[in-house]
Every structure is written in structure tokens, then in C-alpha cells.
Nanobody, 117 residues
């Protein structure tokens, strides 16, 4: 199983980035997809999730700025991030969770997002 996250980079405050997570080795439509981030010296925090039925959920800190989606035909989860702030600087990770058995869950390798003020 592999989750390949990409799309991170350096952006100015107020800018946008689009993260992608391509999954392989799993039946993608059987997995909920989620995004987390971990800032410098911080704990990994949950940001957003897109269910197998394509129902999104967000934490308050990103609601209205971030949009999570999935493209099942391409085994890809997407996180569109707008109006980025310096406090969004972190390593962003994708995670998948089997809709039936939570023992089947996997992490991607992370992609760095840096927002300058």
C-alpha cells in the first residue's frame, strides 16, 4: 500500500495550494480519505475528511478555506487550500481508513507547506 502526497511548497499569505494524494494497493472506493498536518514541534492534527460517499467534514480552523474532494477514477484525494496563513505552515499528511475495518488504515509520507507572511 502506498499513499503518495504531493503539491506542497512555499506560498505567500493569502495564496493557494492544491495537495494531491494518490493511493495504490487498496480498493480506493472502500476507504475514507483524510488530511492531517504537523507543525514544527507540534502534534499531528486532523484537518478534513472525505468519506467513501464523498461527504466532507472539516475542523473549524480550516472550514471555508480548505476543500477536500476525491477522484475515485484516479485513486486520488485532493485538498484545495485557499487564503493560506503563516500558521498553516506544516507537513501535510494524507491518511486512508477502511470503511468496514478500522485496522486497515495507512499514512502517506507527507508534503511540506510553508506560508510566508
Amino acid at each position: 500500500v502506498q499513499l503518495q502526497a504531493s503539491g506542497g511548497g512555499l506560498v505567500q499569505a493569502g495564496g493557494s495550494l492544491r495537495l494531491s494524494c494518490v493511493a495504490s494497493g487498496i480498493p480506493f472506493t472502500e476507504y475514507h480519505m483524510a488530511w492531517y498536518r504537523q507543525g514544527p514541534g507540534g502534534q499531528r492534527e486532523f484537518l478534513a475528511r472525505i468519506s467513501t460517499e464523498s461527504i466532507p467534514f472539516y475542523v473549524d480552523s480550516v472550514k471555508g478555506r480548505f476543500t477536500v474532494s476525491r477522484a475515485n477514477a484516479r485513486n486520488t484525494a485532493i485538498l484545495q487550500m485557499n487564503d493560506l496563513k503563516p500558521e498553516d505552515t506544516a507537513v501535510y499528511y494524507c491518511h486512508c481508513l477502511n470503511r468496514v475495518d478500522s485496522n486497515f488504515n495507512y499514512w502517506g509520507q507527507g508534503t511540506q507547506v510553508t506560508v510566508s507572511s
